[in-house]
């Protein structure tokens, strides 16, 4: 919903409203509003306009006689509002100076630290989710035989971090024939990914049959098997679950739980994200909105990290629904922000 389909005496009578309950946590009465409202209104203007929120979805009434409460259509448009505001975050985060370890370490590592800083300065849930190692720009790869159906690949991007992964493979490889296609990737692609190189050799593999034998067809049924099983798997790092389960009073504790413990529920919950990696820079899913039974009493403020042009994963904050959108929202900006260029310092 736009800001737009509401007067502005109602739209900022609204906000006020979800501002309140934000701090509050508690229905939200006519007469606090009309005591609190720089618009000079009365209690019953503030009453009638109530009304009118109610009757439209934005606003709800738990109890007869109590106050009201914002529903998750009330909380999306004062979120809308938010984003057609410059907001100034309380404290611009440089990871940088946040003592993580990063100079050509694990990037696995790494990701799992900076989830930790978002919990940290959110005191809520932080989340990042790794990028697939298929669309991340390489430097240097090499690919080694750990048993007869498994094949680990190493992948050093050019800021020298490392990813590695495991490919379960039905072709049969000796390590002599792994360096030699690793030889051939690192000389022919150098600063492409794994996307790029599974495309070139399908398209220009009857070329190459001849010259490397049998070794590119296999290269290439592998490289497909990866991308494919890379597909339906996504790596999701979470800092802070006890912040998030102290709130005991903002949700159902079995729900919430339940996603910590439950494979199923994270893997849903990485999908889920993954969907949103390349939309704008900052998204916010309210309660009902995410599809996730589980988290229903949440919100999730997220954005995306990478380098220049390339988007290669998303991070940031699963908290309540009546979380402090003006502070989570700039912060969870600005560690992504942040995140990108850490990644592109050595580039």
Known sequence: MRASILREKDRRILNLIVESYLKTGKPISSGYIAQRSPLSVSSATVRNIMSKLEERGFLSQPHTSAGRVPTDK????????????????????????????????????FLNQVSGILA?????????????????????????????????????????????????????????????????????????????VRDYLLHELPKYKLKYETIIDRLTTLLKAYISQEESENQIFFQGTPKLLEKHDLFEMEKLQSLFQNFEEKAKLARLLSDFISLERVKVMIGSELEIPDISDCSLILSHYGYHSQVLGSLGIIGPKRIQYKKIIPLVDSIAKSLSQTISFSQ
């Open 74 to 109: 009330g909380l999306r448009h004062y979120v809308n509002s938010l984003f057609d505001e410059v907001i100034i975050p309380e404290k611009k985060i440089d990871l940088l100076s946040e003592n993580l370890v990063l100079q050509k370490g694990d990037f696995h590592s």
């Open 120 to 196: 940290d300065y959110s005191d809520n849930l932080g989340f990042v989710l790794s990028p697939r190692i298929s669309k991340v720009n390489f430097k240097h790869i090499r690919f080694i035989k750990i048993s007869e159906v498994k094949i680990m690949i190493i992948l050093v991007t050019p800021s020298n971090f490392v990813l590695t992964e495991i490919v379960q493979t039905d072709s049969y490889f000796t390590q002599a024939e792994l360096d030699k296609a690793s030889q051939y990737i690192n000389q022919s692609f150098r600063n492409k990914n794994l996307h790029f």
